[in-house]
């Protein structure tokens, strides 16, 4: 086996995940209390990072009216606190949306998914859409994570009146 020494300053990112690593502890020499000082090498150990996995919309072009159900998945020992918010606000934009179900999480071993069911009331295709975000909070120790997706909501053109900006006798061609 062939391992690099590398030391860890800073947050760990998500693509560090599954990494093979060894901790190393040097201890040292302390002649007042007759310790020489050492180091200890730990076995293999495969990192594990809580963080979410995925992100999915049941629908990311629906059009106003439909129910659109994001789930937000997520790895942990323990499950985080979910949260779904949109466009850098603290919940979903009821401009756009319309809450039909909160979310609901479900637990299997270590992956966490967090359901939530929202209906677009309104359409935000003229400005490009939306963005969606989940965030999974593992408290204060171990962090955040976040992930984000983009519904745009169209009109549903089989209910909107179409006006002509003519005449009734002005015929068009």
Same mark, same amino acid.
């Given at each position: 086996?062939?391992?690099y020494?590398?030391r860890?300053?800073?947050?760990?990112?998500?693509?560090?995940?599954?990494l093979?690593v060894?901790?190393n502890?040097?201890y040292q020499?302390?002649?007042?209390n007759n310790f020489?000082g050492?180091t200890?090498t730990?076995d293999?150990m495969?990192?594990?990072?809580?963080h979410?996995? &995925?992100?999915t919309?049941?629908?990311?072009?629906p059009?106003?009216?439909a129910?659109?159900t994001?789930?937000c998945i997520?790895?942990?020992?323990?499950?985080?606190?979910f949260?779904?918010?949109? &466009?850098?606000?603290k919940?979903?934009d009821t401009?756009?949306?319309?809450e039909?179900?909160?979310?609901a999480v479900?637990?299997?071993?270590t992956?966490h998914?967090?359901?939530?069911v929202?209906k677009?009331?309104?359409?935000?295709?003229?400005r490009?859409?939306?963005?969606?975000?989940c965030?999974?909070d593992?408290?204060?120790a171990l962090?955040r994570s976040?992930?984000?997706?983009?519904?745009?909501?169209?009109?549903?053109?089989s209910?909107?009146?179409?006006? &002509?900006?003519?005449?009734?006798d002005?015929?068009t061609?």
């Amino acid at each position: 086996k062939q391992w690099y020494q590398r030391r860890v300053r800073g947050n760990l990112k998500t693509d560090e995940d599954g990494l093979k690593v060894r901790c190393n502890i040097a201890y040292q020499a302390d002649a007042a209390n007759n310790f020489f000082g050492g180091t200890v090498t730990s076995d293999d150990m495969v990192l594990k990072i809580a963080h979410i996995t &995925s992100l999915t919309a049941s629908d990311v072009g629906p059009i106003k009216g439909a129910t659109i159900t994001l789930t937000c998945i997520a790895t942990g020992q323990t499950a985080p606190n979910f949260k779904f918010s949109s &466009s850098g606000r603290k919940t979903i934009d009821t401009t756009f949306y319309q809450e039909v179900q909160a979310t609901a999480v479900t637990t299997v071993g270590t992956t966490h998914t967090a359901k939530y069911v929202t209906k677009a009331i309104a359409p935000n295709v003229l400005r490009s859409g939306q963005i969606i975000d989940c965030e999974a909070d593992y408290g204060r120790a171990l962090g955040r994570s976040e992930k984000e997706i983009t519904v745009t909501t169209y009109y549903d053109c089989s209910t909107v009146e179409i006006k &002509s900006l003519n005449p009734a006798d002005n015929k068009t061609t």
